[in-house]
């Protein structure tokens, strides 16, 4: 069925007088007014989750970009009726079912309905966070927040939370658009920090990167994170004028985490090279991952705190992932050696199941935050409350009252349920692609994401008798061969999967991601995998097996289809 287009040209016109667009920015004289569209659009929302289908609509991409390709901006005004009905046939209808308990593949899931009326009273309200004058009881709700947050994380005294949850002069930590803002906000912070002001040198704030590098003959500052680090990490060291080579990305171990003898190697081999001339190469920070993206496991953070102090360096975990498991005691373990970071970022759209986005950084100086302090004559002047003068970002949207109406409503208890539900279907998830005969999981799970592909039994069992084969094989010539059989298989593989995957989304009765991991058995062959990410509340045992099941059916078709007679003959 072709999609309904609606053409708000033929819309009512209204005519563009003042008396018409003041109106449009007060309430309307008759509260029933108000509620009338109130209800119209919650109709809108309720009618997107329950309508039949797949989880994206059956339009292309070429045709959502013919509908959206009018280049002159509308003259005249319409009225909101009009608009409302565009936006159901051409947004709407059109939308990604991201909560649909069928929908595994992103780290973003189902939100609690409160949600939407809070976005509503963040409209209304409008509240500007960079400044007391614009956001008067909204500042004290953002700082009381992040007391909450950097408590749960860095666990110092009662008094100190005390003494500082509402200390205008100094910041714990920040809100931000999103994670990638919370790891820029802690490598600023991290590079300052490294070339500080020192006698005539004014620090690399107001010098610059050229004259901090000479000040303290340094050729080279790095950011060192594992494979698995978040992509942010290279846009942030552009952005502060590092370049993308400056991040250093140190293998990981089989379970996705970072290599420790790895990364010691390459601490060593910068202090060699230290050592051996004037000009040095100098760590700015050391980042540890605490819920990879790709594969949901954790760093030893514990040990990277050691390394960190053994190159006098800055330690930064990013926990967007993983840190909101912290909220819950048991957990804790998890992640040892979290408290003793220097920054830590921390997302709420993720797992505290707020719509997106909204990050945190928290620091575990309450002065760390001076690296970045600004001020201004008109807002932010030196002696205010404000927020804004601790802040990368300049104007922001009350963003906080999502997580703290959360705390709220779920309480530690309800967080409590939500994790290990997640927990219990993602290993219910795990024990289904291992007992199946046709399924090879390639990553251990941590926290709700796991990998996995389709290798149908008989391949497996050829590329396992060929990985023993390797591992007894005593003439090297033999070895080489053996590896490229695999090698082979493997390449077919990669190609069988990506049509899996492209077939998931045709079929699109589920979802599933896919990426590419280099960490598999079969190191350093890169494997194409799937990727599910099981968070959502809503989604069941009986769903996760309908999944597994078509997705198997999808596979072995494929495989009969195009891949047997290649498979057979490698």
């Given at each position: 069925?072709?999609?309904?287009?609606?053409?708000?040209?033929?819309?009512a016109?209204?005519?563009?007088?003042?008396?018409?667009?003041?109106r449009?920015?007060i309430?309307?004289?008759s509260?029933?007014?108000?509620?009338?569209?109130?209800?119209e659009?919650l109709?809108?929302i309720?009618?997107f989750?329950?309508?039949?289908?797949g989880?994206?609509s059956?339009?292309?991409?070429?045709?959502l970009?013919?509908?959206?390709?009018?280049?002159?901006?509308?003259?005249?005004?319409y009225?909101?009726?009009?608009i409302?009905a565009?936006?159901?046939?051409?947004i709407?209808?059109?939308?990604?079912?991201?909560?649909?308990?069928?929908?595994i593949?992103?780290m973003?899931?189902?939100?609690?309905?409160f949600?939407?009326?809070?976005?509503?009273?963040?409209?209304?309200?409008?509240?500007n966070?960079?400044k007391?004058?614009?956001?008067?009881?909204?500042?004290?709700?953002?700082?009381?927040?992040?007391?909450?947050?950097?408590?749960?994380?860095?666990?110092?005294?009662?008094?100190?939370?005390r003494?500082h949850?509402?200390?205008?002069?100094?910041?714990?930590?920040?809100?931000?658009?999103?994670?990638?803002?919370?790891?820029?906000?802690a490598?600023l912070?991290a590079?300052n920090q490294?070339?500080?002001?020192?006698?005539r040198?004014?620090?690399?704030?107001?010098?610059g990167?050229?004259?901090?590098?000479?000040?303290?003959?340094t050729k080279?500052?790095?950011?060192?994170?594992?494979?698995?680090?978040?992509?942010?990490?290279?846009?942030?060291?552009?952005?502060?004028?590092?370049?993308?080579?400056?991040?250093?990305?140190?293998p990981?171990?089989?379970n996705?985490?970072?290599d420790?003898?790895?990364?010691?190697?390459?601490?060593?081999?910068?202090?060699?090279?230290?050592a051996?001339?004037e000009?040095?190469?100098?760590?700015?920070?050391?980042?540890?991952?605490a819920?990879?993206?790709?594969?949901?496991?954790?760093?030893d953070?514990?040990e990277?705190?050691?390394?960190?102090d053994e190159?006098?360096?800055?330690?930064?975990?990013d926990?967007?992932?993983?840190?909101?498991?912290?909220?819950?005691?048991?957990?804790?373990?998890?992640?040892?050696?979290?408290?003793?970071?220097?920054?830590?970022?921390?997302?709420?759209?993720?797992?505290?199941?707020?719509?997106?986005?909204?990050g945190?950084?928290?620091?575990?100086?309450?002065?760390?935050?001076?690296?970045?302090?600004?001020?201004?004559?008109?807002?932010?002047?030196?002696?205010?409350?404000?927020?804004?003068?601790?802040?990368?970002?300049?104007s922001?949207?009350?963003?906080?009252?999502k997580?703290?109406?959360?705390?709220?409503?779920?309480?530690?208890?309800?967080?409590s349920?939500?994790?290990?539900?997640a927990?219990?279907?993602?290993?219910?998830?795990k024990?289904?692609?291992?007992?199946h005969p046709?399924?090879?999981?390639?990553?251990?799970p941590?926290?709700?994401?796991?990998?996995?592909r389709f290798?149908?039994?008989?391949?497996?069992?050829?590329?396992?008798?060929?990985?023993?084969?390797?591992e007894?094989?005593?003439?090297t010539?033999?070895?080489?061969?053996?590896?490229?059989?695999i090698?082979?298989?493997?390449?077919t593989l990669?190609?069988?999967?990506i049509e899996?995957?492209?077939?998931?989304?045709?079929?699109?009765n589920?979802?599933?991601?896919?990426?590419?991991?280099?960490?598999?058995?079969?190191?350093?062959?890169?494997?194409?995998?799937?990727?599910?990410?099981t968070?959502?509340?809503?989604?069941?045992?009986?769903?996760?097996?309908?999944?597994?099941?078509?997705h198997?059916?999808?596979?072995e078709?494929i495989?009969?289809?195009?891949f047997?007679?290649?498979?057979e003959k490698?």
């Amino acid at each position: 069925m072709k999609p309904q287009r609606i053409d708000i040209r033929k819309g009512a016109e209204v005519r563009a007088d003042l008396d018409h667009l003041q109106r449009l920015f007060i309430m309307p004289d008759s509260p029933d007014k108000f509620l009338e569209f109130g209800h119209e659009l919650l109709d809108l929302i309720h009618n997107f989750f329950k309508s039949k289908g797949g989880i994206h609509s059956e339009i292309s991409i070429q045709e959502l970009a013919k509908m959206f390709s009018i280049i002159d901006i509308p003259r005249h005004p319409y009225l909101l009726k009009d608009i409302l009905a565009e936006i159901k046939s051409k947004i709407i209808a059109h939308s990604v079912k991201v909560g649909n308990p069928y929908y595994i593949g992103h780290m973003t899931s189902a939100i609690p309905y409160f949600m939407i009326l809070l976005e509503m009273i963040i409209a209304a309200l409008n509240q500007n966070q960079v400044k007391i004058e614009t956001a008067k009881a909204s500042t004290f709700v953002e700082r009381e927040l992040i007391a909450w947050i950097h408590r749960l994380i860095f666990k110092r005294s009662v008094n100190f939370y005390r003494t500082h949850v509402q200390n205008h002069r100094i910041a714990l930590g920040n809100v931000t658009l999103d994670g990638t803002m919370a790891n820029l906000t802690a490598m600023l912070v991290a590079r300052n920090q490294a070339f500080p002001s020192d006698g005539r040198f004014p620090g690399i704030r107001k010098a610059g990167i050229y004259d901090a590098f000479r000040h303290y003959r340094t050729k080279r500052a790095v950011i060192l994170v594992s494979q698995r680090g978040h992509y942010s990490f290279e846009k942030v060291a552009r952005i502060i004028g590092l370049g993308n080579c400056s991040v250093i990305k140190v293998p990981v171990d089989d379970n996705d985490r970072i290599d420790m003898a790895r990364l010691r190697q390459v601490c060593r081999q910068i202090q060699d090279a230290n050592a051996a001339s004037e000009e040095k190469i100098k760590i700015i920070s050391l980042v540890g991952i605490a819920g990879t993206t790709e594969t949901g496991n954790i760093d030893d953070l514990l040990e990277m705190r050691r390394v960190a102090d053994e190159n006098k360096t800055f330690f930064h975990v990013d926990a967007a992932w993983g840190g909101s498991l912290l909220i819950v005691d048991k957990y804790r373990d998890m992640f040892k050696g979290i408290e003793d970071a220097d920054s830590v970022t921390f997302d709420a759209h993720k797992l505290m199941y707020s719509p997106l986005s909204m990050g945190m950084i928290l620091f575990r100086k309450e002065t760390a935050l001076n690296y970045i302090k600004h001020t201004s004559n008109y807002i932010i002047r030196p002696d205010s409350v404000d927020q804004g003068r601790f802040t990368v970002e300049g104007s922001r949207p009350f963003s906080c009252l999502k997580p703290w109406v959360t705390f709220k409503i779920f309480g530690v208890e309800g967080f409590s349920l939500l994790f290990e539900h997640a927990f219990e279907i993602t290993n219910t998830l795990k024990n289904l692609i291992d007992l199946h005969p046709n399924f090879e999981r390639t990553s251990n799970p941590e926290i709700f994401i796991m990998n996995y592909r389709f290798v149908p039994a008989r391949i497996q069992e050829k590329l396992n008798l060929l990985l023993a084969q390797v591992e007894s094989a005593k003439v090297t010539q033999e070895v080489v061969r053996l590896l490229k059989r695999i090698h082979a298989i493997n390449e077919t593989l990669n190609e069988l999967n990506i049509e899996l995957h492209r077939a998931i989304r045709q079929e699109d009765n589920s979802f599933v991601s896919r990426t590419t991991l280099e960490s598999t058995k079969y190191s350093p062959q890169k494997i194409v995998v799937l990727r599910s990410v099981t968070i959502n509340p809503l989604t069941t045992t009986e769903i996760l097996q309908e999944i597994v099941h078509e997705h198997n059916r999808l596979g072995e078709k494929i495989y009969r289809a195009d891949f047997a007679h290649r498979l057979e003959k490698l």
